[in-house]
């Protein structure tokens, strides 16, 4: 699908990727996938379709057969440190993602894996907070905030790293309607490739050109998001309806 005036240069490669669980069930079975730098693409299936376990590949926390490539970097042992700096994964469940006493650690944690000095460090957690609407946060304990404000200050870990691709884990989830409009509004922002594990089809819509459905491991389509959301056969055969 051509988007015009989009940087053709890949940003993620997937090829022939499998995956199995350890009693041998398969999550992902020869999965092929590119995307490219600037692009914004949904990822729709139903639960327990192979959305998370493509998602963890990209970063290299899971590891199965094939080949995943990050910017043309393989994402392997030798590599992860460069390929985790690139790809910020932001998990559904904020508290999966903060796990620190402040807010500035858990921003911090990232930039400061970088090696980065002190005060680029410093300079990343003001920026990254700010992005995401939670500048003067710095000295609270995120495990007192709502959930809102969590979802906002795990962005804010990932973003600290100034990632090339950012990829969000059902970002909708439990957020009011008001919540659900600042999040969108919020990554609508964000001039990066944007991959979105998401069950809204509202938010994917406004997001996302371009849509990728998932069904027992396999990619079952690979089109425009308003066209396939308009396919309710499509949908129905997928358990998305």
């Known amino acids: 699908m051509e988007v015009i ?17 350890h009693d041998g069930t398969p999550a992902l079975e020869d999965v092929n996938l590119t995307v490219r730098r600037g692009e914004s693409i949904a990822v729709m299936g139903p639960n327990g379709a192979g959305k998370s376990t493509m998602a963890l590949h990209l970063n290299g926390i899971l590891s199965g057969e094939g080949r995943v490539e990050i910017m043309g970097l393989e994402v392997c ?7 985790r700096s690139m790809v910020g994964l932001v998990f559904q469940d904020p508290d999966d993602q903060l796990f620190c006493p402040t807010v500035r650690e858990d921003v911090s944690f990232g930039p400061r894996n970088q090696k980065l000095t002190q005060e680029l460090v410093d300079q990343a957690v003001s920026r990254a907070l700010t992005w995401v609407g939670m500048e003067g ?13 969590k979802k906002r200050i795990s962005l804010a870990t990932v973003l600290s790293m100034d990632p090339e691709i950012l990829v969000l884990d059902e970002p909708a989830t439990n957020l009011d309607p008001k919540g659900r409009r600042e999040l969108i509004e919020l990554v609508r922002g964000f001039e990066v490739t944007k991959v979105i594990i998401s069950h809204d089809t509202g938010m994917t819509r406004e997001l996302c050109d371009r ?3 998932i069904d027992d491991g396999r990619i079952v389509a690979d089109g425009h998001t308003d066209e396939l959301l308009s396919d309710s ?4 055969l997928h358990g998305l309806l």
Do not use: V
């Open 5 to 21: 005036g989009l940087d053709t240069r890949e940003a993620i490669r997937i090829e022939s990727l499998s995956y199995h669980y």
């Open 77 to 83: 042992g030798k590599n992860l440190s460069e390929i």
């Open 137 to 149: 946060s710095e000295d609270r304990s995120p495990h007192h905030m709502s959930f809102g404000e």
């Open 211 to 213: 849509l990728i459905i």
């Open 233 to 236: 056969r499509l949908l129905e």
